[in-house]
């Protein structure tokens, strides 16, 4: 076993212990540590860019992100159903607002922030919504992923030749993609035996279908973030945790899967 791979064990699993006990307990503690991961996410891809966050719209862009990722209305009972999404389209048209203000400042200017913190609050606050209703809805996500991520470096590692998008991730082959999605579905099957509710409202066989999309989606949302890292010329979005880069190279998959499983009725 290499040094990095012994390395990429220990800090996840140092970051496992102290996150699923925080997705099982759930609650405020757990919603203001996602919206604040969802600032340190666009922190991310605004540094990617070269854009300081600490001007004017690099604080606003972070306080998008954090205000579409929490459920306001559960703390502010005076705003409406939708309060997140109202706030979020509150504090965007104050980044407008500095096109105006900013003689140097264009719209162009304002879109990649506002785009930022659209990409970035939008997918945390689908995995707030999961664990509102039910914490198995959020485990089944996270092992769907894991399990796409985890089969898919050792598939790819062993028998992966054909190249799935060279262009944009050298490393990942056809071979490794397929193992990615075999894996999901095994898990997510022996999950559901163990958690049989978490199937609710469909029933085993259709989750498993299911499961194929959430595992290819995961993997479209992983090689979405390298196509930006790419296009930047960054190896990590950040230093979040050591041997895994940033927050967005540890949730760029949960970013697609979340919303999808939304789509889907699954919460």
């Known amino acids: 076993m290499s040094k990095d791979l012994q390395k990429r064990l220990i800090f996840g699993g140092i ?5 699923i006990p925080l997705v099982i307990m759930g609650g405020v503690i757990f919603q203001i ?13 605004l540094h990617m860019k070269g854009l ?3 001007t004017i719209e690099g604080i606003l862009a972070m306080l998008a992100a954090f205000v579409l990722t929490l459920p306001l209305e559960n703390y502010l009972k005076f705003l409406p159903v939708d309060g997140n999404v109202v706030a979020y389209g509150l504090v965007v048209f104050m980044l407008l607002g500095a096109t105006v203000l900013g003689s140097n400042y264009s719209f162009e200017d304002a879109a990649y922030p506002i785009a930022a913190s659209f990409y970035i609050g939008f997918g945390f606050n689908a995995l707030l919504d999961a664990r509102l209703v039910n914490v198995d809805k959020v485990l089944l996500a996270l092992f769907i992923v894991w399990a796409t991520d985890s089969g898919a470096y050792f598939i790819g590692t062993r028998y992966g030749k054909k190249k799935l ?3 944009v991730s050298p490393n990942k082959t056809i071979e490794g993609s397929l193992g990615g999605v075999v894996s999901a579905v095994l898990v997510a099957a022996i999950f559901m035996l163990i958690r049989p509710q978490v199937a609710r409202p469909y029933n085993f066989l259709i989750i498993l279908v299911l499961t194929v999309i959430f595992s290819i989606a995961g993997q479209f949302g992983d090689l979405v973030e390298s196509a930006i890292k790419r296009h930047f010329g960054v190896k990590d979005s950040g230093k979040f945790i050591p041997g895994h880069g940033g927050v967005l190279d540890r949730f760029d998959s949960l970013l697609f899967v979340f919303p999808l499983m939304h789509f889907f009725g699954l919460f």
């Not at 970051?15 to 996150?19: D, G, M, T, V």
């Not at 340190?40 to 891809?45: D, G, I, K, P, T």
């Open 165 to 167: 998008l060279p262009h």
């Open 15 to 19: 970051a496992l212990i102290i996150f």
């Open 33 to 45: 540590g996602v919206a604040l991961l969802s600032m340190l996410a666009v922190h991310e891809l």
């Open 52 to 54: 300081p966050t600490t």
